[in-house]
């Protein structure tokens, strides 16, 4: 089964990949390594998910928060790729975290990233990681991630 048909299966589809909001690529290739840009909780062009984590949002709200930026990451390695098939394995996420003061539980909202990408590419999808919390993020955004992927050549 494809990843693009466990995806479906799944009752996920992948969004049309994010451009980029400023002066930057979306993400840049090289070798066999594709290195994706930060994405925020964006859907169909607006920020779903704003302000800080233990504060404005609960750790389920920043999880699902993660999830949209994982699917927006993977839209976009599918483009760069050609194909979801085309990931040989992820190397390394790393999650941001909009958080309160005092708030420490960075991983579990960024564990929507990674429990996103390991349901879709199974195998290929375990990766190093990495989740910090920050004071501010871009647009206000509760959460931004980047990943580090490996191609197939």
């Given amino acids: ?6 995806l479906k299966a799944l009752g996920i589809a992948l969004p049309i990949a994010p451009q980029p909001a400023g002066a930057y690529v979306r993400a840049k290739r090289t070798g066999n390594l594709i290195f994706v840009s930060g994405q925020l909780p964006i859907v169909d062009g607006q920020l779903k998910h704003s302000g800080q ?6 750790v389920e709200e920043g999880y699902e928060a993660a999830r949209i930026c994982a699917l927006n990451v993977l839209s976009i ?7 979801l098939d085309a990931i040989s394995q992820m190397v390394r996420l790393e999650g941001f975290v909009c958080s309160a003061e005092g708030f420490t539980d960075q991983a579990k909202v ?3 990233a990674s429990d996103l990408i390991s349901e879709a590419l199974g195998e290929a999808g375990s990766h190093a ?4 919390g920050v004071a501010e993020l871009p ?3 509760a959460v931004e991630f980047s990943a580090i992927a490996e191609v197939r050549t």
Avoid at 1 to 6: C, G, L
Avoid at 77 to 83: P, R
Avoid at 129 to 132: K, M, S, T
Wanted: charged share 30%.
């Fill in 139 to 141: 647009l206000g955004a």
């Fill in 110 to 112: 960024i564990n929507g």
């Fill in 1 to 6: 089964m494809s990843v693009e048909d466990k």
């Fill in 77 to 83: 390695l599918a483009d760069e790729a050609g194909s």
């Fill in 129 to 132: 990681r990495l989740a910090i």
């Fill in 53 to 58: 984590v233990g504060k404005d949002l609960s």
